[in-house]
């Protein structure tokens, strides 16, 4: 089957929580799916998740609408409160959590396969529904874990259609978010025109 016409599979952002080999939480955002009953985490390499995985072979996935949390990951904050559930790490914003266990690994140079069995899921709290300037902050996570493979002028057009979210419906959370990752923007556009005068 060509890749036009492969079923879509829908992909959920979540924050994976794994364990370094000195015990402390490594936080990292990642999309993960469903396939046969397994959830799936592919993380290009190189990745200190990818390495939490495969030596820890555990994880805890949390679903936040905390967006701070997806935006500290990628601009060096992460020092996020988490709470221990019965051995399983998880974040204090967290709206729910599933424990994971690795089963099977699909080993690939570039990005692995990494599929999980879920072990146990609760939930904590209650969604809120849907929230335009979480989304755009997500969003611009995205943007900015790629700024050395995109072109600046699509990240600054960009950056100006998300910002009209972010201007109707932001609270404080999705604010401090969003200025994190819009610093982040300013000192990769610094550092590019730095290198053309250079
Ligand atoms: C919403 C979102 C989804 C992401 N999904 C993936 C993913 O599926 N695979 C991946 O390798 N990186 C993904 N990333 C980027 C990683 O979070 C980021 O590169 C991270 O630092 C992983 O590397 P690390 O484990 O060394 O921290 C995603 C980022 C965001 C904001």
């Known amino acids: 089957m ?5 079923k879509p599979e829908t992909i959920n952002e979540i924050i994976l929580v794994t364990e370094c ?9 990642f999309g993960v799916r469903e396939r046969d009953g397994l959830i799936l985490i592919a993380p290009f390499r190189p990745s200190i998740s ?6 820890g072979r555990r994880a805890t996935i949390n679903r936040t609408d905390d967006v701070r949390v997806f935006a500290g990951a990628l601009t ?13 790490l998880v974040l204090e914003s967290a709206l729910a959590y599933k424990t994971l266990k690795l089963e099977k ?8 396969q990494l599929y999980f069995k879920v072990l146990k899921e609760e939930t904590l709290k209650p969604f809120q529904g849907y929230n335009r300037a ?3 902050v997500v969003e611009l996570c995205v943007l900015v874990s790629r700024l050395n493979m995109l072109p600046i002028e699509k990240i600054n057009s960009e950056i100006d259609y998300l910002r009209i979210a972010i201007e109707k419906t932001a609270g404080d959370k999705e604010l401090e978010a969003w200025a994190w990752l819009v ?3 300013e000192n990769h556009r610094a550092q590019l025109s730095g290198a053309n005068v250079a």
Do not use: C, H, W
Not at 50 to 55: G, H, P, T
Not at 77 to 88: D, H, I, T, V, W
């Open 76 to 88: 060096g904050r992460r020092n996020f409160p988490m709470q221990n559930k019965a051995g399983a």
């Open 134 to 136: 979480q989304a755009a």
């Open 50 to 55: 990818l390495d939490n995985l495969l030596s």
């Open 105 to 112: 690994v699909e080993d690939d140079t570039q990005r692995p």
């Open 2 to 6: 060509s890749a036009v016409n492969k």
């Open 21 to 29: 080999e000195d015990g402390s939480p490594y936080i990292a955002p």
């Open 183 to 185: 610093e982040a923007v």
